[in-house]
């Protein structure tokens, strides 16, 4: 068995590790393409699938992309490093955030503080992104969240009201309407069925 790091650069699943050093370890591994510490606990994800998260990834992003190319204050990140607090530096699929005067900064070309929106595709992930990554967010001051419950065919969209996360309501047609991005619309039902045209129309009303 060949080594090809050292103690000092390992990064495990399980591992329990402070932010600060489990960024130091990170930045030392560039043969790792994603890994983040949730609560303190380092997370290795397993292989990406197709059409459980990479085709529903990139559906999601088409739709934020339309939404951010008319916003002036919204920019869109995918898997960018966010770091949240001492025990959490994460990488969600996709991350909205305001340009000036949001609640989140960039430092190092990496995201410090709470974007206001970050969207999961939840396969193989869901038990943690449904929890603790859930709590880690609602914490931290992320404004909405939304997951995409794949195996369940089913979004959620949670906004933060007194600390805690609530669902969004949903108008009669399925369509779900941001708190913190006015105009950002999704029409749930489509999006669930691959129908781009529609999710994209939803956005003029």
Not at 12 to 21: A, C, I, V, Y
Not at 122 to 127: C, E, G, H, V
Not at 178 to 199: C, E, K, Q, W, Y
Request: glycine fraction near 6%; include cysteine; charge should be negative.
């Amino acid at each position: 068995m060949v080594l090809t790091s050292t103690p000092s650069t390992w990064i495990e699943n399980g591992d329990r590790l402070t932010q600060p050093e489990f960024h130091r370890r990170y930045e030392r591994r560039p043969d790792l393409k994603k890994a983040e510490l949730i609560e303190g606990v380092v997370y290795l994800p397993s292989p990406v699938r197709a059409t459980a998260h990479g085709d529903l990834h990139a559906q999601m992003t088409a739709w934020l992309g339309a939404f951010a190319s008319t916003a002036r204050d919204a920019r869109v990140s995918d898997n960018a490093t966010v770091i949240l607090d001492t025990d959490n530096e994460v990488q969600p699929d996709l991350s909205l955030r305001r340009v000036d005067g949001g609640t989140s900064r960039l430092e190092d070309d990496y995201i410090v503080g709470p974007p206001e929106l970050i969207i999961e595709i939840a396969a193989s992930s869901a038990a943690i992104d449904l929890h603790d990554k859930k709590n880690a967010y609602r914490r931290n001051g992320v404004q909405e969240y939304i997951v995409w419950r794949v195996f369940d065919e089913a979004i959620d969209w949670w906004h933060l009201v007194d600390g805690e996360y609530r669902p969004l309501p949903t108008r009669d047609d399925g369509v779900v309407e941001s708190n913190i991005f006015p105009g950002l619309r999704l029409h749930v039902p489509a999006m669930l069925r691959g129908d781009m045209a529609t999710v994209l129309d939803c956005r003029r009303g």
